[in-house]
């Protein structure tokens, strides 16, 4: 079975930087496109960031770009999303999610359960 | 645009059908995808590639993908199917994911 098993997040200050970590297991990880998707309370669903499964191709949601940055390690089958320059509204669940059939232009037919990021002073 | 726009609510008795579309300019030139949300879940994915379903869902959902409206239907609804609905599509322009606001269902 597919698994996603999202860590890292808690409660920082604005400004500030944490690492989330995705540890994917269940399926040939460096052949699938990953991203991270995130849900702010009450809110609705809102794309961050997406890389391909050789790391080659990156994107990011304008509201991101620029502060944080997703890579992979295939190795260890591991998604990350560096986040930087905090600020109130990045506050969320933040899921790991894997594209279908494996192109970044597809849609996402797995999900971890989510790392809830506060960012509060 | 390439905002995807869904009506906050849409409320329905159980056993009839539920509506619920997903609008923007020629939306019908790209591929839709749908997911289901239930409060404390992760979303799940009840229709991709406008009208297929994944293994495991049942033959209740079913999508479309016309002009500048794509749809969700949900046959014979069920107290279970009251859930943040959400569809999602990829922007070429911008080589971008864009999700929907989302739409609760509300079973009455």
């Known amino acids: 079975d597919v698994q996603l098993m999202e860590s890292g997040g808690g409660l920082v200050q604005p400004g500030g930087s944490v690492r989330l970590s995705c540890a994917a297991s269940g399926f040939t990880f460096g052949t699938y496109a990953m991203s991270w998707v995130r849900q702010a309370p009450g809110k609705g669903l809102e794309w961050v960031a997406g890389?391909?499964?050789?790391?080659?191709?990156?994107d990011y949601a304008d509201s991101v770009k620029g502060r944080f940055t997703i890579s992979r390690d295939n190795s260890k089958d591991t998604l990350f999303l560096e986040m930087n320059g905090l600020r109130a509204d990045d506050t969320a669940l933040y899921y790991c999610?894997?594209?279908?059939?494996?192109?970044?232009?597809?849609?996402?037919?797995?999900w971890g359960q989510g790392t809830l990021v506060s960012v509060s002073s | 645009s390439n905002v995807l726009t869904q009506p906050p609510s849409v409320s329905v008795a159980p056993g009839k059908t539920a509506t619920i579309t997903c609008g923007r300019d020629n939306i019908g030139s790209k591929s839709v995808h749908w997911y289901q949300q239930k409060p404390g879940q992760a979303p799940l994915l009840v229709i991709h590639y406008d009208t297929d379903r994944p293994s495991g869902i049942p033959e209740r959902f079913s999508g479309s993908n016309s002009g500048n409206t794509a749809t969700l239907t949900i046959s014979m609804v069920e107290a279970g199917d009251e859930a943040d609905y959400y569809c999602q599509v990829w922007d070429s322009d911008t080589n971008h994911v864009v999700f929907g606001g989302g739409t609760t269902l509300t079973v009455l």
């Open positions: 999610a894997t594209y279908k059939g494996g192109g970044i232009t597809s849609c996402f037919d797995f």
């Open positions: 890389i391909s499964g050789n790391s080659v191709f990156r």
